[in-house]
């Protein structure tokens, strides 16, 4: 407990348990640990006054401890400011006090310890909130105690509330939620068009660094794939929906890919070591069932393999000299088989006699994998990736081989093994299309019809439905990005330095833009709790906020380098807005109801493009700088417009989808011509220079390459290589310069949703 009578603080988007040592932000768990979070614990002690360097060299290093206490506590109030998305030059929560301390300037809120009412409602099922008893079903209810206890609900003070009063008001506020979330949701243009809404989202478990979740065949228990910095604590996981109480049946770090057996009695996992994939199975109470006795055991699972009672402990299954090329895996609803990708397409692997099939006979270059069998068990779906620059297609096979129909063509990346819904009429899966893997669902009956149904802004794969239905489970990344520049004018290799560290904590940062005269940069962040755009010296110096309008994105600089334009998130539609540097109320361009992203200026200030669908689909228009009619600049698609260095050409996006290609047309109107050499990653990373275009994309397999496109040669060339490819990508007029985001710590999270249908 503190001075305040509590061990529990909030601020900003932050909380913090001092009991604990945990600290949260919108409710995901951060990495701080050590003396970082002592330094923290010590300042919310002491909110809005100085501590002193001195007192907290007395209560964090004893006197016995012999380092080098001023660079040890620099070190970790670095660390700590990192954890905070927070910086020295502008502080929002540690400011420093030269030579003297720290001090403290967020107003903190001392609450309880325990969860209020609408906190275990965002975290129980609604039988458990009326205080049933929710049985689990075996494996795991011998080990999973915890997760059957009924949930108490009081109120304050010694009186408990009627159950029939919880259920009333609980009810009313779900149906006042839901009124609030189908009034509020809007479509953001830039990035889908279509959105469903699902309600209680929420962390499949208080621990982060979770992956590929997997639902037990009644729904009530989900497996996944837990990676963790201690030796041994890395494998496959079992817990119950709405528990926290974990069971750890592997501990490889190597173990990928869990499936339910259809007695859910057994889990099938893939395992990656020497660049080869193997499956094995664990009994899914990790063996701690040994008073079942064996005629039991083997009439619970004939229809998959035969055990014995000393059968506890993991196995490997045997292939039959075909190496699995792929980790996704899914066992038939009748238990007789287990798909896996080989080299040479699907094959079904049978549990009775160790036999392996050929399901699905690709064409020569072409690959399927990510099996999938449909609830009825009839047909098998299942991903096939062709080359570079193709879709990748969505296939379903019936199980007995034959030829297979293609579902769909997607327009981007396919990331992970599509699932079927629990009715089996429609089909989720994980698409790049909109430059970030993203969930969409498609009917069986309208395929050109896809809807996002994960929230926008955090990467999601890896879906998993529960056949009982209701319930949809997805991994998604919870990442910083972090603005990096490289000085192309160098000879030899190129190399990359930070600018700017953790701007924002989703994939919608942080868009970097030079200044024309190359003095200032521009770009968005989140660490003043909304997505804002900021403003700071070339090298990320001396940052500040320029707006405060909430939901702001796109910076683009005015050619006397005085002003920004850039979009805004709204209720009513997107709008483009512009601000001073040196002062004064935004000004609003765009005031209809029509969404308009992405504006960037002429090369004489006189006109601004921007990017709306007003037209009925994405494209390219204009409006005066000062304010006016807007005029159509394209009629074939378009979208992310910039206008060359001589004005004489306005080169953008043929579409907001992953790896656009670039057109062209006259800055007066005319002709849409591509420039079929340019194909940038996103419809946001490239930047038009003197004399061409630089873009990063995929080449040379899948590596990200920063090419230039030189208009006059009409030729590409490799400029350098970089990690992974940018959303985002800045240059200085002269090309010399080029500013791009990346990401930093990067955490792994599975998500659950309730109500989804």
């Known amino acids: 407990m503190t001075r305040h009578g509590s061990a529990r603080a909030r601020f ?59 660079h040890g506590l620099n070190a970790a109030v670095n660390k700590l400011r990192e954890a905070l998305s927070d910086s020295a030059d502008a502080p929002r929560y540690v400011e420093t006090l030269p030579r003297r301390g720290y001090r403290f300037m967020a ?50 003070g010694d009186r408990a509330w009627p159950r029939y009063l919880i259920g009333a008001g609980l009810l009313f506020a779900t149906l006042l939620v839901g009124a609030f979330v189908l009034k509020t949701v809007s479509t953001d243009g830039a990035r889908s068009s279509t959105r469903s809404i699902v309600e209680h989202t929420r962390p499949l478990t208080t621990i982060s660094d979770t992956a590929t979740p997997a639902f037990s065949p009644d729904g009530n228990f989900v497996a996944f794939y837990r990676e963790h910095s201690q030796q041994g604590e890395s494998g496959i996981y079992v817990t119950a929906v709405g528990s926290d109480q974990l069971m750890q049946l592997t501990s490889n770090e190597n173990d990928r890919c869990p499936v339910w057996s259809p007695d859910g009695r057994w889990i099938a996992f893939s395992r990656l070591a020497n660049q080869a994939y193997s499956i094995h199975v664990v009994p899914a109470d990790g063996g701690r069932e040994q008073k079942r006795n064996a005629e039991d055991r ?54 009775k006699d160790s036999t392996v099939h050929r399901v699905t006979d690709p064409p020569s270059m072409v690959e399927d994998w990510g099996p999938a069998f449909s609830p009825d068990g009839q047909k098998v779906m299942f991903v096939r990736n062709r080359q570079i620059g193709t879709p990748d297609e969505i296939w379903v096979a019936p199980i007995g081989g034959g030829e297979g129909t293609r579902l769909l063509s997607e327009r981007g990346r396919i990331s992970s093994a599509p699932q079927w819904s629990f009715d089996g009429r429609s089909v989720i899966f994980s698409s790049n299309r909109t430059g970030h893997p993203e969930l969409w669902r498609v009917g069986l009956d309208a395929p050109d019809t896809a809807v996002q149904i994960a929230e926008a802004g955090a990467p999601a794969w890896d879906p998993a439905v529960s056949r009982r239905g209701y319930r949809l489970a997805y991994e998604r990344l919870l990442r910083s ?60 110096s001396n940052g500040f906020q320029l707006s405060a309008v909430g939901g702001a994105g796109t910076p683009r600089w005015s050619p006397d380098s ?25 000004q609003t361009l765009t005031a209809d109801a029509f969404h308009s992203v992405c504006p960037s200026w002429s090369r004489d200030g006189k006109w601004i493009y921007f990017a709306s669908q007003r037209a009925g689909d994405w494209q390219v228009w204009k409006m005066p700088a000062t304010g006016g009619l807007p005029v159509q600049m394209t009629h074939h698609g378009g979208h992310a417009a910039l206008e060359s260095l001589d004005g004489k050409f306005v080169y953008y996006a043929k579409n907001p989808m992953a790896e656009p290609e670039i057109w062209q047309v006259p800055v007066e109107g005319g002709p849409e011509t591509p420039l079929p050499l340019v194909r940038p990653g996103t419809w946001a990373s490239w930047q038009v220079v003197a004399g061409g275009i630089l873009f990063v994309g995929p080449s040379l397999g899948h590596q990200a390459v920063l090419s230039f496109y030189d208009f006059a040669r009409q030729h590409t060339t490799t400029v350098a290589v970089l990690d992974r490819i940018p959303f985002w990508l800045g240059a200085t007029s002269d090309g010399k310069t080029v500013a791009f985001d990346q990401p930093g710590q990067e955490q792994a999270q599975a998500m659950l949703v309730d109500n989804f249908r």
């Open 12 to 70: 900003g988007p932050f909380e913090v348990d001092l009991h604990t040592h945990e600290l949260w932000k919108f409710g995901t768990r951060l990495k701080l640990v050590g003396q970082p979070f002592e330094i923290l614990a010590v300042l919310l002690s002491q909110p809005g006054e100085l501590v002193t360097r001195e007192e907290l060299r007395t209560r964090l290093w004893p006197a016995d401890t012999f380092v080098d206490f001023n």
């Open 107 to 156: 107003t903190v809120e001392w609450v309880e310890a325990k969860r209020v009412m609408a906190e275990i409602a965002m975290a129980k099922t609604p039988d458990a909130l009326l205080g049933e008893t929710v049985k689990p079903p075996s494996p795991a209810e011998v080990t999973l105690e915890a997760a059957k206890a009924p949930v108490q609900v009081q109120a304050t």
């Open 298 to 351: 083997v009439t619970a699972t004939s229809a998959a393999f035969q055990l014995t009672s000393s059968d506890t402990a993991e196995r490997e299954l045997t292939t039959g000299g075909v190496v699995p090329r792929h980790g996704e895996l899914d066992w038939s609803p009748d238990g007789r088989f287990i798909a896996f990708a080989g080299a040479s397409g699907i094959y079904f692997l049978s549990l």
């Open 481 to 540: 990005l972090s603005i990096w520049q490289m000085n192309l004018a160098d000879s030899g290799e190129k190399h990359r330095y930070l600018t700017v560290s953790s701007t924002s904590d989703t994939d919608q940062g942080p868009g970097p833009q030079f200044s024309p005269d190359g003095k200032k940069l521009a770009y968005m962040s989140d660490r003043s709790g909304t997505m804002e755009i900021w403003v700071s010296n070339r090298d990320g």
């Open 562 to 586: 005085q002003s920004v334009a850039f979009d805004v998130a709204t209720p009513n539609g997107s709008k483009i807005v512009t601000m001073n540097l040196h002062g004064g109320a935004p």
